[in-house]
């Protein structure tokens, strides 16, 4: 079992920069590649980035390429999202996701963000990101 929580949201003028994290507690982090996704209002779910679990490897939705970092911190069991240059369509509630098992390789889990998180292990509650002038 593991429980994701998320943090690091709030309101930011566009050109701004915030950083989400997703904190696990339970199992060891690395037994899981970690997804982030985010929803708007009225929109579908749309996975933007994801890293797997223990070499690191990272893939990113065009529409964040280039402004996003993922990264992981095993030994503090989190998960960080570092977003620059956020524009207004990037506002939605950002979700963390796990996906198992141990090992899984960065294809798999770019299929994942792909499917925009069909047969995620675990969900956090999510973080609202707001950019707005």
Do not use: H
């Amino acid at each position: 079992q593991v429980q994701l929580g998320e943090s690091g949201g709030g309101t930011v003028q566009p050109g701004g920069s915030l950083r989400l994290s997703c904190a696990a507690a339970g199992n060891n982090l690395e037994d899981y590649g970690i997804g982030w996704f985010r929803q708007a209002p009225g929109k579908e779910r749309e996975g933007v980035a994801c890293i797997s679990t223990i070499d690191g490897d990272t893939y990113y939705a065009d529409s964040v390429k280039g402004r996003f970092i993922i990264s992981r911190d095993n030994a503090k069991k989190t998960v960080f999202l570092e977003m620059n240059n956020l524009q207004p369509e990037d506002t939605a509630v950002y979700y963390c996701a796990a996906k198992g098992p141990r090992g899984v390789g960065i294809y798999v889990l770019r299929l994942w963000i792909l499917a925009r998180g069909l047969q995620s292990d675990y969900w956090g509650q999510g973080t609202q990101v707001t950019v707005s002038s």
